[in-house]
């Protein structure tokens, strides 16, 4: 038995997935009592009277050729939510297993956790070094009980990119041991590669990909969990059959083609461009102490008067993310930037024009 298999539940090794209608497109639809008509409005391809065809062959292979993987190591999900979701049910067991985490980062790794009755185990990265990670603490600190070690890179909010030889020491030290989750929802705005392909080298690693940031999908939903083909077989038990809507699956693909992901190059080049403008407007506020180096598509500023901040740019019709009630961040803000409109008229808000 592999190792992604021998750290899951038992009861999900043994679980019989639900059998959905069989797919045969080809075929007039009488085997999933679906009805025959379509709704008012409806302009999808495949019709939305039709239950969507799950794991759709299109999607999974455009994903699979976006981020260099076979197609056997891709589940598409909603968002990265449902893959943090998906994972959290085949590997931990309430009351017994835990995540790691290292904080402050993204709040849905321990929210799952804790809602399957997982415990969470934190080591802070290190504020003094830029938000950096320490493997040897993370390491010190994982038990046999930590079945999912979630590294987010580029980190939410910190905006930082993690070492990649402290990540690649964690993978190495935890393999068959944890599946460890890198999570590179913002990886697209860091201008540095992927770690998927480190996924012959760690039997244990995951990765989870969105099309929420760089390809601006957020409203349709589409995730990726990338690993190795035994881990995907698991997920495929637990995810819902037909989990991902007729609307987004061809958003999707239309994002994918060719000429769009082109386009989506040329914006992101622009948005990073805007990233820059957006930082030095605000290092210069009166009301900013702080603006952090980001590899992702927002800022994370330290604020003179935080509470100054949010009512002017709130008075402005602007709003950002208040990060205070964390412990290690009592005066931060997370900005996610804008067109240059929006961004000088929060700069504008905050004291400088």
Not at 231 to 249: G, H, M, N, T
């Amino acid at each position: 038995m592999n190792a992604v298999v021998s750290l899951a539940r038992p009861e999900i090794v043994t679980l019989k997935a639900y059998a959905h209608a069989a797919w045969l497109p080809s075929l007039t639809r009488l085997h999933a009592n679906e009805v025959p008509w379509r709704p008012a409005g409806d302009t999808t391809t495949a019709g939305l009277n039709r239950y969507p065809e799950p794991q759709p062959e299109a999607l999974i292979e455009r994903l699979a050729a976006l981020y260099g993987v076979p197609t056997s190591s891709v589940l598409a999900t909603r968002g990265g939510d449902e893959a943090i979701d998906v994972l959290s049910r085949i590997y931990l067991r309430a009351g017994t297993d835990a995540i790691l985490q290292c904080t402050p980062t993204f709040g849905m790794y321990q929210v799952a956790a804790r809602i399957q009755g997982a415990g969470v185990v934190e080591i802070p990265l290190d504020h003094a070094q830029g938000w950096a990670l320490d493997p040897e603490r993370l390491l010190a600190a994982w038990q046999p009980n930590i079945k999912l070690v979630y590294l987010c890179s580029p980190n939410n909010p910190t905006a930082n990119l993690l070492d990649v030889t402290a990540i690649e020491e964690i993978c190495k030290t935890l393999d068959g041991k944890a599946i460890v989750v890198i999570d590179e929802a913002y990886i697209e705005w860091s201008r540095s590669s992927s770690l998927t392909r480190w996924l012959n080298r760690f039997s244990t690693l995951a990765i989870l990909r969105t099309l929420s940031k760089a390809h601006a999908l957020a409203g349709a939903r589409i995730g990726a969990l990338l690993a190795a083909p035994g881990l995907i077989e698991l997920a495929k038990r637990v995810v819902p059959p037909y989990s991902l809507a007729q609307p987004a699956v061809e958003a999707a693909l239309r994002a994918l083609s060719p000429d769009e992901l082109a386009l989506g190059l040329a914006r992101l080049e622009g948005l990073l461009a805007e990233r820059e403008y957006l930082a030095r407007g605000l290092a210069a506020s009166p009301l900013v102490d702080r603006v952090w180096p980001s590899d992702a598509n927002f800022l994370l500023i330290d604020c003179r008067d935080a509470d100054h901040f949010m009512r002017n740019s709130m008075a402005g019709g602007l709003i950002v993310r208040d990060l205070r009630a964390h412990p290690s961040l009592p005066r931060s803000l997370r900005v996610s930037v804008g067109t240059r409109a929006q961004n000088d008229a929060l700069l504008h808000c905050v004291g400088l024009t």
